[in-house]
């Protein structure tokens, strides 16, 4: 994979980079009838193919000196606030889209279905979520007019930080246990009546009585 | 002000040549009939454009053509109010409004509530909607001070702030008017010309795609002088696009050159001052 990347001028939208017989177009360029049209302000990037490739031309891309913020599409990680739990769904606050935050708001929901991939029509929405949860989810669809559809149903994806109702305590869990967080979530309510405000999710006790609660 | 934008306002009036071997439609009518601004009837008002004016806006845009002051702000893409149905693309709003201190006489403002759906019928064209699905985009513009030819420059001041918003477009649109006064064409009017107008046509143009967006034409026209009209709009139109992107242009050098110290960011300063 060897991807030559050669930097040229800058460009605005509608500047004819090439033939669309000679390059492609890339990110933030399109393609209208045979020619290769930039889309946006920024510099332009010509980047070659990689050898193993069937299309030999090479791509070019334009690099954005200032993007639009984050918008969430299908697919895409992101954080979330939860604001409002509901039996049958829960409603949340979209904070960051991958590694962006956003700067407008999006609401996205998680419908009772899309909490966890087993047993899914036993989930209790309440015992899963809390308004003030910070949840990784995946975006399942744009959704309806309302939000997203997100979901948490896979290892890596779950509430990933929350307050505690006994000791108003920010519980951060640590990056390992973050692949728990799937389990975690669904008894984490749970959990919580049975241990005192002091409970951290480092201790290796903590970690023990949560996995009883898990595989029980 | 300083750093942003083009420093020396540049004109974009048509070149004469534009019009193969016609002969101009007001060489036979009053020629000593001068313009209160003391230009040529086929000469446009210098035009000044900067971005980066608002500070709190995802883009925007500052022109100023000739006592026309606008400011255009965009905001998103953001979520698409509730009411609204579902859409596979994204969606567009545009709003027009003047200030209070936009006429000479205060508060005496004319009907425009239709230049907002002239602005969004100009732009619609010209943005990639498929890029941002399911949100839309805002754009705001405030007419400072009315001085004639408003709709067009808001217009290309407003696809200016999309391009500083870094939203998806397929060309910049530039738009220029030009208003029959008797048997003369009359190039970016004045407030004082277009109230003595017969006719006008308006034309938003994609210089590079060589695409019509909209085209607005109101009063009695010839065939030949529609011709003729169209022909300067779309020289002048091309040449508008040119000064866009060298203020575009201008801006990204200066940021970018800013930006080479302090990776990611952006300088405070040389937006607000």
Request: charged share 20%.
């Amino acid at each position: 994979m060897a991807l030559q990347e050669r930097e040229e001028g800058l460009v605005t939208p509608g500047d004819v980079l090439g033939k669309a017989a000679e390059v492609r177009a890339g990110k933030g360029a399109y393609e209208h009838s045979g020619l290769v049209y930039a889309s946006i302000t920024g510099r332009s990037l010509t980047v070659s193919p990689s050898a193993e490739s069937p299309d030999q031309r090479p791509t070019l891309e334009v690099m954005g000196l200032k993007a639009h913020g984050a918008v969430p599409e299908p697919g895409s990680i992101v954080i979330a606030r939860v604001t409002k739990v509901m039996s049958r769904m829960a409603s949340l606050d979209i904070m960051c889209v991958g590694f962006k935050s956003v700067s407008e708001k999006f609401t996205g929901t998680i419908r009772q279905q899309d909490v966890r991939a087993t047993e899914i029509d036993k989930v209790d929405m309440h015992l899963s979520f809390r308004p003030g949860d910070t949840v990784r989810a995946i975006v399942l669809s744009l959704g309806d007019a309302r939000a997203y559809y997100l979901s948490t149903a896979k290892n890596e994806l779950g509430v990933i930080s929350a307050t505690s109702s006994a000791g108003q305590t920010k519980n951060e869990l640590s990056p390992d246990l973050l692949y728990f967080s799937h389990l975690l979530v669904k008894s984490f309510i749970l959990i919580e009546h049975h241990l005192d405000e002091h409970f951290s999710f480092e201790s290796q006790e903590t970690q023990l009585i949560l996995f009883y609660y898990c595989f029980r | 002000m300083t750093g942003k934008g083009s420093a020396t306002p540049a004109t974009y009036s048509p070149s004469p040549t534009s019009r193969k071997g016609k002969p101009p439609a007001y060489k036979d009518g009053d020629l000593n009939w001068a313009r209160p601004d003391g230009r040529g009837f086929q000469q446009c008002r210098p035009a000044y454009f900067r971005t980066g004016a608002v500070n709190a806006a995802s883009g925007s845009a500052y022109v100023e053509i000739g006592n026309t002051k606008v400011i255009v702000s965009v905001f998103g893409p953001r979520e698409s109010k509730k009411a609204m149905k579902y859409s596979d693309i994204g969606r567009l709003n545009c709003n027009v409004s003047y200030t209070s201190f936009s006429t000479p006489v205060r508060g005496q403002q004319l009907d425009h509530k239709e230049y907002s759906s002239m602005l969004h019928k100009a732009l619609e064209g010209a943005i990639i909607l498929e890029s941002f699905p399911k949100t839309t985009v805002d754009v705001f513009a405030l007419v400072l001070e009315s001085g004639g030819s408003d709709l067009p420059i808001v217009i290309s001041c407003a696809s200016l702030a999309l391009a500083d918003a870094g939203i998806m477009m397929y060309d910049l649109v530039a738009s220029v008017s030009v208003y029959s006064l008797g048997v003369n064409l009359v190039i970016d009017p004045i407030s004082e010309e277009e109230s003595y107008q017969d006719g006008s046509l308006l034309i938003s143009y994609m210089p590079s795609r060589k695409e019509v967006t909209q085209l607005t034409v109101t009063g009695e026209w010839s065939t030949d002088k529609i011709n003729e009209a169209m022909n300067i709009c779309l020289d002048a139109c091309g040449k508008l696009g040119e000064i866009m992107r060298m203020c575009l242009k201008e801006a990204a050098s200066v940021s970018s050159e800013v930006n080479l110290g302090r990776p990611g960011g952006r300088l405070k300063g040389l937006q607000g001052a």
